[in-house]
């Protein structure tokens, strides 16, 4: 069976309905328009109801004004409760206080084209609160830990070490006091104002005291505030080292020595059991290893045992039976 609309009953057509009652006709069948949207006649499609006004009812041809002073927040309102005061420019409504507030710096609004204060382009801010387009967004969105590098505040600069900001928009960082610096560039608080330690020390932060360095760092103040680690493959001749150069020895493990920035492994009759270490210790007399590069004296024994061992496996090797 069909409809009057040429559909089969069977079918739920929600696409298209008859836009008048009765109608038995397929070119009378129009757009299926819900509550919030109308009619375009024109080209036979739904569109959402335009800002300001609103439809409660589906199948219309036209949307209602909201009342004078009053407009919706967007497209596609159903409700006259969804009708809100018409905020100023550089102000926006509020559905939490149901009022009108102003937009806040960095945000920026046009009563009859923005529906909410709009933020500003990223990196750019506005001089105040209130501002009505983005031409106004006319400087340098600094932030804490930042200054502006000049009076023309077009650009932000990170606050040096021993400096901080705590507050967005400003021209100038503020300068830690009693021998105090920071860790780093773009502190944001004066709590990131520490105790500044001489070269060669960093500060413990638990007991507030300076410790040195330990082999394989080094620290300048001047540069750093935590002592840094050496290259990989390099050391330091000792603790509290003040400059990368300090940096000149080989890190050596265990079963090797130091041969200046390189390592060399012990040779046979000889071990080492600690790293860093400038020599091997010699096993003793009559005693010897079997590999180079021993790490403990439990490798150290009699050389008559080593050559039994050798002479035993070369022979087994020459008989064809190892």
């Not at 890190?251 to 090797?256: H, I, K, L, Q, R």
């Not at 920035?261 to 012990?266: D, N, S």
């Given at each position: 069976m069909e409809s009057a609309c040429g559909f089969q009953s069977t079918f739920l057509v929600t696409s298209v309905i008859e836009f008048s009652f009765g109608s038995n006709l397929l070119y009378r069948c129009s757009a299926n328009c819900i509550a919030g949207q109308y009619l375009?006649?024109?080209e036979s499609i739904c569109r959402p109801c335009r800002r300001g006004t609103y439809q409660s009812k589906a199948w219309q041809t036209s949307c209602v004004d909201c009342p004078s002073g009053k407009t919706t927040l967007g497209e596609g309102f159903i409700a006259a409760?969804?009708?809100v005061?018409?905020?100023s420019d550089g102000n926006e409504y509020n559905m939490t206080s149901r009022n009108c507030v102003t937009c806040r710096q960095g945000f920026y609004r046009s009563q009859n084209v923005d529906d909410v204060c709009v933020p500003c382009p990223e990196g750019r801010t506005t001089t105040g609160s209130g501002s009505i387009n983005k031409h106004q967004c006319t400087i340098a969105n600094c932030t804490a830990g930042q200054h502006f590098t000049d009076r023309t505040r077009q650009d932000?600069?990170?606050c040096k070490r021993g400096y901080y900001q705590n507050k967005p928009?400003?021209?100038d960082c503020k300068m830690c006091l009693d021998s105090k610096t920071t860790a780093s560039v773009r502190s944001k608080s004066v709590d990131a104002c520490k105790r500044e330690c001489d070269s060669g020390w960093e500060l413990d932060e638990t007991t507030g005291k300076c410790t040195q360095c330990d082999r394989g760092f080094y620290k300048d103040k001047t540069q750093h505030f935590y002592c840094q680690p050496c290259p990989r493959h390099l050391i330091t001749i000792s603790t509290g080292s003040t400059e990368s150069s300090d940096c000149s020895q080989g890190?050596?493990?265990?079963?090797?020595m130091i041969a200046g920035?390189?390592?060399?492994?012990?040779p046979f009759d000889s071990y080492q059991d600690n790293r860093w270490q400038t020599e091997c210790i010699p096993c003793g007399d009559q005693m010897t290893t079997a590999r180079k590069g021993a790490t403990s004296s439990d490798?150290?024994?009699c050389e008559c045992i080593v050559v039994y061992h050798y002479y035993n496996e070369s022979h087994l090797r020459t008989a064809g039976i190892y």
């Open positions: 375009d006649k024109s409760t969804d009708c005061a018409d905020c932000c600069q990170d928009l400003q021209n890190n050596c493990t265990a079963g090797y920035k390189t390592c060399k492994e012990c490798e150290c024994m």
